[in-house]
T-cell receptor, first 110, second 114 residues
Framework: DAKTTQPPSMDCAEGRAANLPCNHS???????VYWYRQIHSQGPQYIIHGLKNNETNEMASLIITEDRKSSTLILPHATLRDTAVYYCIALEAGSYQLTFGKGTKLSVIP | DGGITQSPKYLFRKEGQNVTLSCEQNLNHDAMYWYRQDPGQGLRLIYYSQIVNDFQKGDIAEGYSVSREKKESFPLTVTSAQKNPTAFYLCASSISGGLAYGYTFGSGTRLTVV
């Protein structure tokens, strides 16, 4: 599975959009990009995933570059409850080996 | 409500003792997983089970054992062979087929070995 690289931490003002980048330059054609987040001392929560096209759901938007080497998770209007560690994962379809790196610690500032 | 229950939330054990962490789910999920998380780190996969009576080692299986006798239950035993057992342990489940968007996690057990 492709390795992903994320900044260790980011700040975002409450009410503004939070844009979390992820680099996955070695991603293969059948690997999806998944985003999860973990609020302190809880289990991770699924946010969104995609293969090639941009995706949007009630929580966030996922923008994947045309060459698929990077992606950005967008939280359109960040709230204090969005403060968490965000994990970007590249994983082959059908794989059971979902693992999490160190992620990006997002702090939403009032 | 459907979900995953891990118990207990906090567990203390003396060094050299085996300890079993409980994980029960009522989501009718076929696949279950155990992860370990150390402070400031991501989650590492210990074991996973795709179906009853079958399980596979993850990245850090040494010093751990599991069983999957029932679909709803996937207990993890931390044996005395695990050199650094103090950690936060998370259990998860998913519908079969390796659908990584469908993982549901429990609230975790924090194990401290003294």
């Amino acid at each position: 599975d492709a390795k992903t690289t994320q900044p260790p931490s980011m700040d975002c003002a409450e009410g503004r959009a939070a844009n979390l980048p992820c680099n996955h330059s070695t991603i293969s054609g059948n690997e999806y990009v998944y985003w999860y987040r973990q609020i302190h001392s809880q289990g991770p929560q699924y946010i969104i995933h995609g293969l090639k096209n941009n995706e949007t759901n009630e929580m966030a938007s996922l923008i994947i570059t045309e060459d698929r080497k990077s992606s950005t998770l967008i939280l359109p209007h960040a709230t204090l409850r969005d403060t968490a560690v965000y994990y970007c994962i590249a994983l082959e379809a059908g794989s059971y080996q979902l693992t999490f790196g160190k992620g990006t610690k997002l702090s939403v500032i009032p | 409500d459907g979900g995953i229950t891990q118990s207990p939330k906090y567990l203390f054990r003396k060094e050299g003792q085996n300890v079993t962490l409980s994980c029960e789910q009522n989501l009718n999920h076929d696949a279950m997983y155990w992860y370990r998380q150390d402070p400031g780190q991501g989650l590492r996969l210990i074991y996973y089970s795709q179906i009853v009576n079958d399980f596979q080692k993850g990245d850090i299986a040494e010093g751990y054992s599991v069983s999957r006798e029932k679909k709803e239950s996937f207990p993890l035993t931390v044996t005395s062979a695990q050199k650094n057992p103090t950690a936060f342990y998370l259990c998860a489940s998913s519908i079969s087929g390796g659908l990584a968007y469908g993982y549901t996690f429990g609230s975790g057990t924090r194990l401290t070995v003294v």
